[in-house]
Structure formats: structure tokens, C-alpha cells
T-cell receptor
Framework: TAGITQAPTSQILAAGRSMTLRCTQDMRHNAMYWYRQDLGLGLRLIHY???????GKGEVPDGYSVSRANTDDFPLTLASAVPSQTSVYFCASSEQGINQPQHFGDGTRLSIL | GENVEQHPSTLSVQEGDSAVIKCTYSDSASNYFPWYKQELGKGPQLIID?????GEKKDQRIAVTLNKTAKHFSLHITETQPEDSAVYFC??????????FGKGNQVVVIP
């Protein structure tokens, strides 16, 4: 099974441009999450969705937006990229909520120049 | 985040020896404590988790212990093998709506 699929795997983006990171899951999980991973800071939650049609802000939501039109897809958008958004982005899902195992994709490495 | 701390940041062990990583957390209401393993270029993968109603859980060479009074939990890897070399993250629920991750431990198993 594919689990979580993220695209693209890596991207170089000019500052000020917009970008959407894609995330699709085939496990019919209700909850989905976006994290960024930076050296020395671990994983930090950007946005989450407990079920299709709902979203919430995580620890570091500024500069990012998400949507959850259906169960499978949870895209993350950077409306106007800045260099501080250079990071590795991970999408994850869990069957219901935060007290259940999360399944992660292999990440998108994003560099903002 | 800073609500979950991991010690040590780097751990080197001889193949066959045991490795122990300890995490402390701050939210006394936390009731779920997973451990993730991350290999280079991959996403984190759950290896074991424990809930607050038990003190210990074991799965083959991996075990996790939880001390709710002291607010710390530990990952134990016995008979370490080279494939155990990775970054390990602990996590705990914070504020009832977020899973807070520690900053990770680099474990190096020396053949």
C-alpha cells in the first residue's frame, strides 16, 4: 500500500512565489497533519485537519494555508514564500486524532532563494 | 518542541550493546507517548507507543517505560544492530490538541 504520498520530493522556489505541496493518503484516515522539520528544532506542527471539511492551526501556522475538501487530500500552500520557509515538509495522517499512531510521507525538501 | 526534551542528543553504542533514550514532558495531562525512528531521506516511522494506563510495553528488541509521576519515558533497544542507526523522536500530547515532538536523538551503532 502507498500510505502517504507527497509531491514534489524537492523544489527550489524564488522568494515571493507561491507553491502548493501535495499530500494524498489511501488509508481513509480522518486526521491529517503538516509538519516542518528544521535542524535542531525537530518536527513542528503547521496545520492539521481532524476530518474532511475542517482545519486547525498548529504551532507555526503563519505564512501557510491548508484545505481539506475530501478525506484523501490535504494540500499545503505557501502564498508568498520567504527564505525562512526553507525546510523539509512532512505530511502525516492518523485514523482519528492525535492520540493514535501517525503515518508519515517521505517529505518535500523546499528551498526558498 | 520545548515541551518535550530528549537526552542525550547523540548516542554511540557498540553493536550488541543496549541503547537507552530518555524523554521528559511537561503536560501532566498527556496520555499518549509514541516513539518514531527516522532514517536518512525518509519520513518518521512509528516503532512503539505507550499509553498512560501502563508502565511498560515491549516489542521484540524494543521496549518503552513510562514514569507518570516523574513525567518521563524511555526507549530501550537491546542487542543493537547496525540497522538501528537512525534518529529517534519521542512525542507527547500537549494542550490536548497537539502532538509535541522532541528534537531527536542520533543513535549510531558501531559494528
Amino acid at each position: 500500500t502507498a500510505g502517504i504520498t507527497q509531491a514534489p520530493t524537492s523544489q527550489i522556489l524564488a522568494a515571493g512565489r507561491s507553491m502548493t505541496l501535495r499530500c494524498t493518503q489511501d488509508m481513509r484516515h480522518n486526521a491529517m497533519y503538516w509538519y516542518r522539520q528544521d535542524l535542531g528544532l525537530g518536527l513542528r506542527l503547521i496545520h492539521y485537519s481532524n476530518t474532511a471539511g475542517t482545519t486547525g492551526k498548529g504551532e507555526v501556522p503563519d505564512g501557510y494555508s491548508v484545505s481539506r475538501a475530501n478525506t484523501d487530500d490535504f494540500p499545503l500552500t505557501l502564498a508568498s514564500a520567504v527564505p525562512s520557509q526553507t525546510s523539509v515538509y512532512f505530511c502525516a495522517s492518523s485514523e482519528q486524532g492525535i492520540n493514535q499512531p501517525q503515518h508519515f510521507g517521505d517529505g518535500t525538501r523546499l528551498s526558498i532563494l | 518542541g520545548e515541551n518535550v526534551e530528549q537526552h542525550p542528543s547523540t548516542l554511540s553504542v557498540q553493536e550488541g550493546d543496549s541503547a537507552v533514550i530518555k524523554c521528559t514532558y511537561s503536560d501532566s495531562a498527556s496520555n499518549y507517548f509514541p516513539w518514531y525512528k527516522q532514517e536518512l531521506g525518509k519520513g518518521p516511522q512509528l516503532i512503539i507507543d505507550i499509553r498512560s494506563n501502563v508502565g511498560e510495553k515491549k516489542d521484540q528488541r524494543i521496549a518503552v517505560t513510562l514514569n507518570k509521576t516523574a513525567k518521563h519515558f524511555s526507549l530501550h533497544i537491546t542487542e543493537t544492530q547496525p540497522e538501528d542507526s537512525a534518529v529517534y523522536f519521542c512525542a507527547a500530547i500537549y494542550g490536548n490538541n497537539r502532538l509535541a515532538f522532541g528534537k531527536g536523538n542520533q543513535v549510531v551503532v558501531i559494528p
